[in-house]
T-cell receptor, first 114, second 112 residues
Framework: KAGVTQTPRYLIKTRGQQVTLSCSPISGHRSVSWYQQTPGQGLQFLFEYFSETQRNKGNFPGRFSGRQFSNSRSEMNVSTLELGDSALYLC?????????????FGPGTRLTVL | GQQVMQIPQYQHVQEGEDFTTYCNSSTTLSNIQWYKQRPGGHPVFLIQLVKSGEVKKQKRLTFQFGEAKKNSSLHITATQTTDVGTYFCAENSGGSNYKLTFGKGTLLTVNP
């Protein structure tokens, strides 16, 4: 079974631009979560989607948004990029909605904001 | 909000030595999960602990959940170079949903 895939793997943007990252979960997984990883703040939860509905959101500004499609694929968007948005963005998928199933992480998208 | 404190931040050991990382919370944890992230890689799920006092073993790895469900530990016996990476604990604080709150992690390096 193919793992979680994320595209693109690397991205360079400049301040003020916007960016869209994509995540394809493991086949059959309906929950997709997004995390931001930085050396200073570590791994921080962004949001979680299940059946196209956002069920949980972390403490990030409104510039960070996401959505999930009917095939469970998910995208996250960051508008008006800031230097501090440079990070590894990870998505994770899970099979069910219980909150107890294993989360499988993708390889991440490395975003650099110049 | 909920915080999971993890210590130490770094640990360097000689191959064959043991290693332990600890997670602590000021409030009761509903569960604790452990992940390993190799350098340049992504977090990989190791285990989940739910019950008070729970102990689980995976080969050389032993995971414990405290009686009060406020702390947890991961112990590796006789480390190997393949154990190198950052070990994270995390609580799923989202109830029936997913919302992992991660500790800052412990970076383990092993000298062969």
């Amino acid at each position: 079974k193919a793992g979680v895939t994320q595209t693109p793997r690397y991205l360079i943007k400049t301040r003020g631009q916007q960016v869209t990252l994509s995540c394809s979960p493991i086949s059959g997984h309906r929950s997709v979560s997004w995390y931001q990883q930085t050396p200073g703040q570590g791994l921080q939860f962004l949001f979680e989607y299940f059946s196209e509905t956002q069920r949980n959101k972390g403490n990030f500004p409104g510039r960070f948004s996401g959505r999930q499609f009917s095939n469970s694929r998910s995208e996250m968007n960051v508008s008006t990029l800031e230097l501090g948005d440079s990070a590894l963005y990870l998505c994770a998928s899970s099979r069910d909605s219980s909150g107890t199933d294993t989360q499988y992480f993708g390889p991440g998208t490395r975003l650099t904001v110049l | 909000g909920q915080q999971v404190m993890q210590i130490p931040q770094y640990q360097h050991v000689q191959e064959g030595e043991d290693f332990t990382t600890y997670c602590n919370s000021s409030t009761t944890l509903s569960n604790i999960q452990w992940y390993k992230q190799r350098p340049g890689g992504h977090p990989v799920f190791l285990i989940q602990l739910v019950k008070s006092g729970e102990v689980k073993k995976q080969k050389r790895l032993t995971f414990q959940f405290g009686e009060a469900k406020k702390n947890s530990s991961l112990h590796i016996t006789a480390t190997q170079t393949t154990d190198v990476g950052t070990y994270f604990c995390a609580e799923n604080s989202g109830g029936s949903n997913y919302k992992l709150t991660f500790g800052k992690g412990t970076l383990l390096t092993v000298n062969p």
